[in-house]
């Protein structure tokens, strides 16, 4: 499965945005999860939210809780994830990646999105 990421850019703190990962070679119903991570300057990759395959269970960082929602458009074959009220903390290359079986670790990496929130 390949993953592209976009919908990244420049926004001030309080806006909003909306990041999408299109899939390719597998749909996203027919994986385990989907999950958005991302990568500050000289910090390690965090976890951000991710979702079941089937849609039916979401997770989300503490950090974002609240303010974030990953959804999917089985027909468009993306993954959502708006972001309300950002925080200048939340500057970061953003990533998609996938969970193809239980157990399994996240992989098919997209290139990543950058969002940077002015203060």
């Known amino acids: 499965v390949q993953l592209q990421a976009s919908g990244g850019g420049l926004v001030q703190a309080g806006g909003s945005l909306r990041l999408s990962c299109a899939a390719s070679?597998?749909?996203?119903?027919?994986?385990?999860?989907v999950g958005w991570f991302r990568q500050a300057p000289g910090k390690e990759r965090e976890f951000v939210a991710a979702m079941s395959g089937s849609g039916v269970s979401t997770h989300y960082a503490d950090s974002v809780k609240g303010r974030s929602t990953i959804s999917t458009d089985n027909a468009k074959n993306t993954v959502y994830l708006q972001m309300n009220d950002l925080k200048p903390e939340d500057t970061a290359v953003y990533y998609c990646?996938?969970?193809?079986?239980?157990?399994?670790?996240?992989?098919?990496w997209g290139q990543g999105t950058l969002v940077t929130v002015s203060s």
């Open positions: 070679g597998r749909t996203f119903s027919s994986l385990y999860g």
């Open positions: 990646a996938v969970m193809k079986g239980p157990g399994e670790d996240f992989g098919s």
